[in-house]
């Protein structure tokens, strides 16, 4: 059986076209869920320019969501709209501090977190998730879309042309290739959103100081 591959487009989005595209959404679409995630970011190399993790295509990750714990595997380039294959491994949240620390231990020294408020819709076929990614300082806020779809690799074509015309449909502003690499730039460089792991005591340092999205 062909394994279905995940195609995802994104953009930007002001605090107003968030509050819009929120209330289309809630009134056109179907809501499905609503969830904090806090995301552990693992990576062998340390740099604030993705730029030079372009070429890796094993994006590995700990995501906790709304509680709920797993070890995350996305096959494939990052920076481009095209499928990834997407493993998923749940875990008992008391073994949190133990997965964090293997990883370390595999060679994942250096890591980023993510947290994001979203908001998840489904509308003529497409998943929508409208994204917060909150910080105490209002000025490092940010907000975007993301709207995806399974699809199998002989449909990518066909189903990234859906996609693309959904979202233009509905006004927005998808991504280049270098717009979202500049995106996400940024969102990696916001402060206290960093590490490096040099001990697996430091890893328990950072997931208490941010206990309050596990």
């Known amino acids: 059986m062909s394994r279905k591959l995940e195609l995802e487009i994104r953009g930007e989005l002001t605090k107003q076209q968030y ?5 289309y959404l809630h009134a056109h679409g179907m809501f499905l869920k609503e969830f904090t995630r806090f ?5 062998q190399e340390r740099s604030e320019d993705l730029e030079s993790h372009k070429h890796l295509l094993n ?21 481009t709209p095209s499928g990834r294959e997407e493993y998923i491994i749940p875990f008992e949240k008391k073994y949190l501090n133990d ?27 497409v998943e929508w998730a409208v994204v917060k990614v909150p ?12 709207a995806e ?3 199998l690799k002989k449909d990518e074509e066909k189903n990234l042309e859906l996609l693309n015309q959904s979202a233009k449909a509905l006004n927005l502003s998808i991504f280049s290739k270098d717009e979202f690499i500049r995106f996400l730039e940024l969102l990696n ?21 941010f206990v309050e999205y596990i």
């Open 19 to 23: 509050d819009d595209l929120l209330e």
């Open 39 to 43: 995301q552990m970011l693992f990576f």
């Open 59 to 79: 994006d590995l990750r700990i995501r906790v969501e709304n509680g709920n714990c797993s070890i995350t595997l996305k096959h494939g380039h990052w920076q």
């Open 99 to 125: 997965i964090a620390k293997m990883l370390y231990h595999l060679g994942n020294r250096y890591g980023k977190i993510m947290l994001q408020e979203t908001q998840v819709f489904r509308l003529k076929g």
């Open 135 to 146: 910080h105490k300082d209002l000025k490092y806020v940010k907000y975007y879309w993301e």
């Open 149 to 151: 779809k399974e699809t």
């Open 189 to 209: 460089k916001i402060p206290g959103r960093s590490f490096n792991f040099k001990s697996k005591s430091n890893i328990d340092m950072i997931l208490n100081k």
